[in-house]
């Protein structure tokens, strides 16, 4: 701790420095100020503003308003342009010293600007990520980015997470332990909880996310721990929230498709006066499945607040509420070894299994402008998660002759989050080098308490009977439910705080560079155990009878090479700390991985912005990768315990991503992309993995295109088409191959499918329908979790969306 405080202490020293070398930096030449407004009289958002023939650009804020700085004496011609705007341009003369204001109208009405979705399916490299804290621009940024925005949001009718990631290339939907969650694989490596935020804070994602409140997306691929501490090193996913407006609207709509699915939300916006904003939206969804059985009961509810408090400050508070009801579903499971041969619809749970989940998050987002380069960002946030489950576990037969057991698994738990952050972004010059500066600071507590059952047998384990997997008349013999008892908690705290500084150096206009560094301290105290039969409270054993105690350096370095404007190469190196869980056969904590990165790569765009074309390779380094250990302290006994542990040696993830996204024409959208991964062991321990084996779960190669055109004038005005295609390269499931005879499964190939979507929509004023026909061709694959929880894909169905804007 007293490492972190000092670090602390030099970080503000320096911060404190860097704003006095600002304060005495020479006085601008001149500055061009002004406004813009819609045709209906409403300030315009989001509007790139620019010098022609210059480098300098900026965007409207939530009033209309912009300002560039720092413009030499002299006449110039100030540009306005965003994808759907019809573009303006305004001769401006610049006195030194002085403030020129100039005003634009739009032709377009601030509907149609809903409409058109500035952030939907190009992604100029100018507008910033709000996950990326420093305000950089995705140009100037040496990393991979990709972002989705409404327009992409509403043309996939998206209804899960999944439903955008798949656009996303170097990720890679997986399978979890009863499909009551989201999991998704990047470059190779599991997104867990902390590598998924909403609105930068991390969310617990075990209720399965919201997407009816998503206004847009915004993956951050490689190493984030500079950025967000303890976070794997694919990448990581930031759902971006709608937000109060200062002018009345809303949308009302009704989903419904295959399987009864059935979803109504309600979306209305407005001022409640001139400094304060509101939104409210809510949704219900009830739908079966293709899987007998099973079935879906959400209800989301999501309010938020904007107020101004001043002309430099503003809070955007923001809470919402999920209670989502999901059965869950292993899925058809495995045959000796081999993926069973029974229907992609048979339901081998239980008849009553439940997943019942109920998730509640509250933030408050306070931004303090200081001035026209200087900003405090301060975030608070909280998350309550409850889940309560009864189920049989995955359902695997060893022999051909299909017979599994049915084991039970009664479990319960809650988990309380918080979090808070503080940012300050700024700009200064250092003699001829210009700076874009970042220093930050983090901590977040989780307390998660888990419940332990016992049946009326009293025992902890309950055997439900057989079932054969290959004899659908096996699967309801039995359908009552046993009861159960609380006989313990298990309480486990965890403590996380870090602080980070970073500065992007303007050397000329063509070379740059980012550098920062971050330090992060994790303590896990001991578990608390509450017997509720004995009344005794005892603590966990980890053999050292303390806390375990973790801290890291993550550095960051990338070079930023720019030809011309609209062009970037890079190259840069991050780690990132992970965490590992569990005990070595001694009983003694596992200590920490620290994982290399690399990764080089080029970002184009082209005709202004409308599109952009990226090209990415990388490579991750891990030599100090943990796996179950194989055998007891003993070094005879096998080891079946997963929380056991050991360091097997190393790993390596390469790979190359394509990403093109545009809107080439008027109406004409498009985005594709395309990953190569090959994520495989390096070196093991000799009674290991066989290195060269790609790690199970990973996919070497995905791809996916979207394209869609809305008819904007004669007849078929209105008229909207388009089509998906996603696919999924081969994937190995069960275990990796051991280098012993010493088996804990194996390796079996699962293969390559492609899915192909079809959509038709129609809008008449503010009236809209949306069908959409998924997986035409009715292909059939699965999503595997180690060698039992087996799902197939969903077949042919089809959706649509009825909405009303107002």
């Not at 470059?187 to 998503?214: D, F, H, M, Q, W």
């Not at 809650?414 to 940012?423: A, G, K, M, P, S």
């Amino acid at each position: 701790m007293n490492r972190f405080y000092k670090t602390l202490s030099w970080c503000f020293t320096i911060i404190l420095v860097l704003i006095g070398i600002h304060t005495n930096a020479q006085t601008p030449a001149g500055s061009i100020s002004g406004t813009i407004t819609t045709s209906d009289g409403k300030p315009a958002s989001n509007v790139t503003v620019g010098i022609k023939n210059e480098n300098k650009t900026t965007a409207t804020k939530d009033d209309g308003s912009f300002i560039i700085k720092s413009i030499k004496p002299g006449t110039y011609t100030l540009k306005i342009s965003s994808v759907g705007l019809t573009p303006q341009e305004k001769e401006v003369t610049v006195t030194g010293g002085g403030k020129t204001d100039v005003s634009f109208k739009l032709t377009e009405s601030l509907a149609r600007l809903d409409e058109v979705a500035i952030t939907g399916y190009s992604a100029p490299k100018r507008q910033p990520l709000a996950v990326g804290k420093t305000g950089i621009a995705p140009r100037d940024l040496p990393q991979s980015v990709q972002t989705f925005g409404a327009e992409v949001i509403a043309d996939q009718q998206v209804n899960r997470l999944a439903d955008v990631l798949k656009n996303v290339n170097g990720v890679a939907l997986a399978e979890n332990r009863g499909s009551v969650n989201e999991t998704f694989v990047a470059r190779g490596y599991s997104l867990g909880t902390n590598n998924v935020l909403k609105n930068g804070v991390r969310a617990n994602g075990g209720g399965i996310p919201e997407a009816s409140t998503l206004e847009s997306v915004e993956v951050l691929k490689g190493s984030a721990a500079l950025l967000y501490g303890g976070v794997t090193g694919g990448a990581i996913v930031n759902m971006v929230t709608k937000k109060p407006k200062f002018n009345f609207g809303g949308e009302v709509g009704f989903r419904t498709g295959s399987y009864d699915m059935l979803k109504p939300s309600v979306d209305v916006y407005g001022p409640i006066s001139d400094k304060v904003a509101y939104r409210a939206i809510v949704t219900t969804e009830n739908a079966n499945s293709f899987r007998d059985d099973v079935k879906t009961r959400r209800v989301y509810v999501n309010p938020s607040m904007l107020f101004k408090l001043g002309k430099k400050t503003e809070l955007l508070a923001q809470g919402d509420f999920l209670k989502s009801n999901y059965t869950p579903d292993f899925g058809i499971g495995t045959v000796a070894g081999k993926i069973a041969n029974i229907g992609r619809d048979a339901y081998v749970n239980t008849v009553w299994a439940y997943n019942n989940t109920t998730t509640s998050t509250m933030q408050a987002n306070i931004t303090h402008q200081f001035n026209d380069t200087w900003k405090l960002n301060t975030i608070f946030g909280y998350q309550g998660y409850h889940r309560n489950y009864f189920s049989a576990e995955r359902p695997f037969a060893t022999l051909a002759d299909g017979i599994a057991a049915r084991n039970l698994t009664r479990s319960k738990s809650q988990e309380f989050t918080y979090n808070q952050q503080v940012n300050l972004t700024g700009a200064f010059k250092t003699g001829f080098v210009k700076h874009q500066f970042l220093f930050g600071g983090d901590a977040d507590q989780s307390r998660t308490t888990a419940y332990s059952f016992k049946y009326d047998n009293n025992t902890t384990a309950y055997s439900y009977g057989n079932i054969n997997l290959l004899n659908p008349a096996t699967y309801n013999t039995r359908t009552d439910i046993p009861n159960t008892k609380i006989v313990s908690d298990t309480f486990t705290p965890v403590f996380r705080m870090g602080s980070f500084v970073s500065d992007l150096l303007t050397l000329t206009e063509k070379f740059k560079v980012l550098a920062g560094i971050r330090y992060t301290f994790q303590k896990q105290p001991r578990s608390i155990l509450h017997n509720y039969e004995t009344g005794a409270t005892t603590l966990s054993n980890n053999n050292i009878n303390k806390s375990k105690t973790e801290d890291a350096w993550s550095p960051k370095v990338g070079l930023i090479y720019q030809p011309i404007k609209s062009s970037s190469v890079y190259v840069s190196y991050a780690n990132n700390f992970t965490s590992n869980s569990g005990t070595d056969v001694n009983l003694i904590p596992m200590t920490p991985s620290v994982i290399d990165q690399y990764e080089a790569g080029i970002k184009n765009d082209f005709f202004g912005g409308r599109m952009s074309f990226n090209v990415t390779w990388y490579k991750i380094v891990n030599d100090k990768f943990a796996q179950t250990a194989l055998f007891k302290a003993d070094g005879v006994t096998p080891n079946a315990d997963a929380n056991i542990k050991e360091f097997s040696g190393a790993t390596a993830s390469d790979g190359l991503e394509f990403d093109v996204t545009g809107k080439l024409a008027k109406g004409l959208n498009f985005l594709a992309g395309y990953s190569h991964n090959y994520f495989r062991y390096t070196k093991t321990l000799p009674t290991g993995i066989t290195e060269g084996e790609r790690i199970i779960g990973s996919t070497e190669h995905t791809a996916n295109g979207t394209l869609f055109y809305t008819f904007s004038s004669g007849k078929a005005k209105g008229l909207k088409l388009g089509t998906s295609a996603f696919y999924t390269g081969k994937r190995n499931m069960g275990f990796n191959t051991l280098k012993t005879g010493l088996q804990r499964g194996q390796p079996v190939e699962v293969g390559a499918f492609t899915t192909v979507d079809l959509s038709a929509g129609y809008t008449y004023k503010r009236l809209s329908v949306l069908g959409k026909l998924a997986n035409v061709t009715d292909e059939l694959s699965y999503f595997v979790h180690e060698n039992y929880s087996v799902n197939p894909i969903p077949p042919r169905s089809f959706m649509t969306t009825f909405s009303y804007k107002f």
